[in-house]
């Protein structure tokens, strides 16, 4: 009588054990879902960014520490220009929807396509990445809205998936405030796009990350190594006639090709 007692009270034990269990990964899950919400939401807010500022551009030909100008208008415009102290152009793109523009010192020619299954535009631009994309980035916009969610762990972390993508995405935030920092994004072949966010500051009453560091890997090595850090910043956009036109207007003259 006193073993069956025993047991009745070592089982009943044992499933209030796994129900405590059960509630509070389901309590952590909910709590995770709502960070990632309000997280959400305040990267969508993110949709104009306009300013100078200074960057590191390493790449196996060039490490610099330059200065440049970045103008983003949500969700495919985009003007960055990177100039060596110097005052010599090291990198130069423009998106304006579809169609891109794209500089690089290296390559020592321009090249001007549209965003299509049928161009090289992953192998001509500095990250393989379409114009909304790149915005994703450096605007701190992960497409949460689009993916299949798997929380880990008990931290703020979390594994976005897409349909019909091979593309997988790991998503860390801060626990102090609801918003990304680290974004990394892998492919089925093992290449792999990182960026970290810091100093988030209040711009026009959002939230924008002050410093965008990104590093591309690519069958195994360090392609591009990108830190942007804002000097001055504004949550609109200057006043400049043709600002992402395609193609800009430059002073230097420069060969380009057309990627049909």
Known sequence: MFK??????????????????????QLLDSGKEHSLQRLTESARSREKASGSGSVVWKTAKRNIGASGILVVDWPDKMRFE????????????VFSGDEF?????EAAVAHRGKFSKNTKWRQILPLPLSAQDYLR??????????????????KSRAKLTYPG??????????????????WRLKWGNGDQIEARYEDYKVVSGKYYPMKVRVRYIRRGKERLTLIWRWKDMEAYLPKVGRLFAVPPKWGKRIRTRYLR
Do not use: H
């Not at 523009?101 to 010192?105: F, I, K, N, T």
């Not at 701190?140 to 798997?150: L, Q, T, W």
């Open 82 to 93: 990177v100039q060596d102290p110097l005052g010599g152009m090291v990198a130069f793109l």
């Open 4 to 25: 069956e007692i025993l047991s009745l009270l070592v089982l009943s034990w044992l499933l209030s054990a796994c129900s405590t269990g059960t509630n509070k990964s």
């Open 165 to 182: 993508s091979a593309r997988m995405d790991y998503l860390a935030w801060s626990r102090l405030r609801d918003e990304p920092s680290l």
């Open 101 to 105: 523009w794209s500089y690089r010192e």
């Open 137 to 154: 980035i450096l605007l701190a916009r992960p497409p949460v809205e689009k993916a299949s969610i798997e929380y880990l762990s008990t």
